[in-house]
């Protein structure tokens, strides 16, 4: 059971938005930052979104990140089949002193 | 470019001990702090442990916590994470990972090294 609750599973079709919620508590969203994971198959994890809402250099702007007090979204507008993949939202919990990830949530673009 | 390469995943049975390394190269390595996260075959990431900058600081997941040391040497460029007393739930890939400005933010990731805990 994840800290950070995440949809298991979003689906859309190429050139739609789509948006992932990530769900928290005080101790961790409420009160820290929030970063997005992008992991293809058979691949690491990339840095997607990091400070709520701000993109590592190469991340285009299709991927955009929100956070409104215990809860932060990740939006992909423009879909494509390269971006099916796992996305994980990341914090750091107060409570906890420790990172914690939400489960994951499945794109599949169709 | 950052690098970060992983070594020393492999299998070690029950009770018994490992030790990983991640070699990083592109970046000055003792101005960052550094994590090991892992992913268990089919889950999802699991934030196992973070060390400082300077190593003075580390800190540990709860499910790890005394079983597992995290350390650096600077001069080497070099992460290390000492697993012990292993149980066939640590079984996973170990990434080690980059972290900027502060330890939630994991902005260059190894390709991870598997360690299989089993008889």
């Known amino acids: 059971q994840s800290v950070l609750t995440q949809p298991p599973s979003v689906s859309a079709a190429p050139g739609q938005k789509v948006t992932i919620s990530c769900s928290g508590s005080?101790?961790?969203?409420?009160?820290?930052?929030v970063s997005w994971y992008q992991q293809l198959p058979g691949t690491a994890p990339k840095l997607l979104i990091y400070?709520?809402?701000k993109r590592p250099s190469g991340i285009p702007d299709r991927f955009s990140g929100s956070k409104s007090a215990t809860s932060a979204t990740l939006g992909i507008t423009g879909l494509q089949t390269g971006d099916e993949a796992v996305y994980y939202c990341g914090t750091w919990d107060s409570s906890l002193s420790a990172v914690v990830f939400g489960g994951g949530t499945k794109l599949t673009v169709l | 470019e950052v690098q970060l390469l992983e070594s020393g995943g492999g299998l070690v049975q029950p009770g018994g001990s490992l030790r990983l390394s991640c070699a990083a190269s592109g970046f000055t390595f003792s101005n960052y702090a550094m994590s090991w996260v892992r992913q268990a075959p089919g889950k999802g990431l699991e934030w196992v442990s973070a060390?400082?900058?300077?190593?003075?600081?580390?800190y540990f997941a709860d499910s790890v916590k005394g079983r597992f040391t995290i350390s650096r040497d600077n001069s080497k460029n070099t992460l290390y994470l000492q697993m012990d007393s292993l149980r066939a739930e640590d079984t996973a890939v170990y990434y080690c990972?980059?972290?900027?400005?502060?330890?939630?933010?994991?902005?260059?990731w190894g390709q991870g090294t598997l360690v299989t805990v089993s008889s």
């Open positions: 400070d709520n809402n």
């Open positions: 060390i400082s900058g300077s190593g003075g600081s580390t």
């Open positions: 990972a980059k972290t900027v400005a502060t330890i939630e933010k994991l902005d260059y």
């Open positions: 005080s101790s961790n969203i409420g009160n820290n930052y």
